[in-house]
């Protein structure tokens, strides 16, 4: 018996796997694959279980932050006359965006806060951005600003990954002591 293979014997259909019609019989890709677009990581706020495809930023993903002071930034307070620390997102030459006050009179925490839920004397927020499962991370930087005087004692930052809880001590070892003080100035509200 003899078996004669032609080019019209091909048969067109979708090839990729990933597509909700993939045909794996086909033996050649005609075009007609079809996709569901939406969040493929499972880290996302908006993961959808049934998308194929992702297009970029399409991920939206979620931390918190919680800031508290310590004993030593509570002490710090006193010797410097400081009756609210007020705490900015920023960049390397600017305050962006306010996101809370710790205040002097409502004291200090022997023990650090369990989780990022708000509560009294913390500053607590939650971060929004967008990404894609393999960039999923954001980078935050934030200053400690004096209320009065605008000078910021304190700045840092950190990559957050997704659904993380990050507490930050203000400690008064780590604010700026003299010189190393600059004035910050605060957007038009």
């Not at 023990?111 to 971060?127: F, K, W, Y």
């Not at 967008?130 to 934030?142: E, R």
Request: aromatic letters at 14%; proline letters at 5%.
């Amino acid at each position: 018996m003899l078996l004669f293979y032609s080019c019209s014997d091909r048969t067109g259909g979708c090839t990729d796997p990933i597509a909700t019609n993939y045909e794996s019989f086909s033996d050649f890709d005609d075009g007609s694959c079809l996709y569901i677009v939406g969040c493929t990581d499972p880290l996302a706020i908006n993961y959808d279980p049934d998308a194929t495809l992702e297009e970029v930023n399409e991920c939206v993903y979620s931390s918190e932050m919680l800031w508290y002071l310590s004993e030593s930034s509570y002490d710090y307070m006193f010797v410097n006359n400081i009756a609210e620390f007020e705490i900015w997102e920023s960049t390397p030459s600017l305050l962006i965006d306010y996101q809370g006050s710790l205040f002097y009179s409502i004291g200090y925490f022997e023990n650090p806060p369990n989780d990022c839920s708000s509560q009294a004397g913390v500053v607590s927020i939650t971060l929004q951005w967008t990404g894609n499962y393999d960039n999923n991370s954001l980078y935050f930087s934030w200053d400690i600003v004096d209320q009065f005087t605008g000078i910021s004692h304190f700045n840092d930052d950190h990559i957050l990954n997704p659904n993380e809880c990050i507490i930050v001590p203000v400690n008064g070892s780590l604010l700026k002591k003299g010189p190393e003080k600059e004035k910050r100035e605060k957007p038009a509200i």
